[in-house]
């Protein structure tokens, strides 16, 4: 693996929850296909149903929920990571289809597909010459 | 005025849990200074009369690539991840996510009943049991009057 700091990083920027929990940012990697554009989130600790992606005008959010965590009548005596929650916003290009976003969980791995929008037609303006 | 001392006690008596925290975290940071690749990944240890539970956060693996061994008292979590398969003229835009392969070794405080160990994989987040040998438990003398 290579030498990244191996902790979360703590998004700081976000409103802070009702719950006492603290909110990451989660790592993300993107990459751009001819049809498509694909966004994987790590976020270990959720699963389908604590997840929530939003779009808005063309702000995507992306949220998880992260229960603590806390295995039953057990005391934590090292600990080296923290458990939270995460979201991370990320503005979207004119050319998706927001119609169309696919979202999929799997181990704790968020990845969504962001489909491109069929070729906007070039609009001609025309030009009246002033009078 | 005794009535203003006596809440300050109270008040400092229920921030303790937050001081605990705060201790813990001061901690981390420095111990972080010396944090490598060869920390990764990071574990939490939980520990309970009869054993210690052991968690850490390893998202989009296949469960058939990690591997947990323990040898005498030494636990070994190891593991690949691949990378996602671009195909040609595919780009990254960006780039954070950890691949490749990993070893975490970890001395236990004491002895573990290997064949009682059990790891599982949820949510990304692998949990492995390790319940204390029998022949390590702590044993009570009898004291004779």
Request: no cysteine; charged share 30%.
């Amino acid at each position: 693996m290579a030498d990244k700091d191996i902790q979360k990083a703590q998004n700081t920027a976000v409103t802070e929850k009702i719950r006492n929990v603290k909110t990451f940012v989660p790592r993300v990697d993107i990459y751009e296909t001819k049809d498509a554009i694909y966004l994987i989130a790590d976020m270990p600790g959720v699963d389908a149903g604590t997840v929530d992606v939003e779009v808005e005008k063309n702000i995507l959010t992306i949220y998880g929920r992260v229960e603590n965590g806390k295995p039953a009548d057990h005391k934590l005596v090292f600990s080296e990571y923290e458990v939270g929650d995460y979201e991370r916003a990320f503005s979207l290009p004119e050319e998706i289809d927001q119609e169309k976003i696919k979202a999929t969980v799997k181990h704790g791995v968020l990845r969504l597909e962001l489909p491109k929008a069929e070729k906007v037609k070039p609009r001609k303006i025309t030009i009246h010459a002033e009078k | 005025m005794s009535n203003l001392s006596f809440w300050r006690i109270k008040r400092f008596a229920d921030s303790i849990p937050e001081i605990m925290d705060l201790q813990r975290e001061i901690n981390r940071l420095f111990s972080s200074v010396t944090q490598t690749a060869a920390d990764f990944p990071a574990i939490n240890v939980w520990e309970k009369d009869n054993g210690l539970v052991v968690t850490t956060e390893l998202p989009g693996m296949d469960p058939d690539k990690i591997n947990v061994t323990v040898n005498g008292n030494v636990l070994t979590i190891s593991g690949t991840s691949e990378p996602e398969p671009l195909k040609e003229g595919e780009v990254y835009l960006r780039q954070e996510r950890e691949s490749g392969s990993f070893q975490r070794n970890f001395e236990l405080p004491y002895q573990v009943d290997a064949q009682k160990i059990e790891a599982r994989y949820e949510r990304g987040i692998l949990q492995i049991t390790l319940p204390r040998a029998e022949e390590d438990l702590p044993k009570k003398i009898k004291i004779n009057a």
